[in-house]
């Protein structure tokens, strides 16, 4: 089975195949190696910075406390669907292990995001923020953050307050929600 894919990367070129006769009975001993070669991956560039440069000038446009309940509203939303797209069995019934998938599904959406737990206050910690400068030259960005976070919540767990003490945009190294 395995030798079969073998020489099909063998076939386009990736791998170089030694054939090596040990006796006259049998097949002959085949050994792959990589293939040098200079192959290269070219990525399309990425405009996130763009989409939330222009998602925080438009939400500058409103009054300060309804932009920040539209954005909020609009992460609270987005964190619905994602925990409903969960398969069913990933419904949590902590609150320790809820934090903890939300953690995880913040880092696959670019936040590099950890929980943690100390003295009864759990929290997460999102190292990075898929936003940007946008997030620091527009703080009201933050609330998708928190909305993200309180969607996924009451979906995996029930309804929470999470509180957003520390972000990126207020100068922080990285943004903090306690739970």
């Not at 419904?91 to 950890?114: C, D, N």
């Not at 898929?130 to 009201?140: C, E, L």
Request: one cysteine or more.
């Amino acid at each position: 089975m395995a030798r079969h894919h073998l020489d099909k990367l063998a076939a386009a070129g990736h791998l170089v195949v030694d054939i090596q006769r040990e006796s006259k009975a049998g097949r002959p001993s085949k050994r792959y190696r990589s293939a040098k070669s200079d192959i290269t991956f070219e990525f399309p560039a990425r405009h996130d910075d763009l989409m939330g440069t222009l998602l925080g000038r438009a939400l500058a446009l409103l009054p300060p406390e309804e932009a920040d309940r539209l954005a909020e509203e609009v992460g609270h939303e987005y964190g619905l669907h994602l925990a409903a797209e969960m398969a069913p069995g990933d419904a949590h019934r902590s609150l320790h292990s809820a934090v903890a998938t939300v953690a995880e599904t913040l880092t696959s959406h670019g936040f590099a995001a950890h929980s943690e737990g100390t003295e009864g206050q759990l929290r997460i910690v999102s190292e990075h923020c898929p936003f940007g400068q946008a997030a620091i030259d527009h703080p009201v960005l933050c609330a998708i953050d928190r909305g993200l976070v309180r969607g996924m919540l009451a979906g995996l767990y029930g309804e929470t307050a999470p509180e957003l003490t520390g972000s990126f945009a207020t100068g922080q190294s990285a943004c903090t929600t306690l739970v």
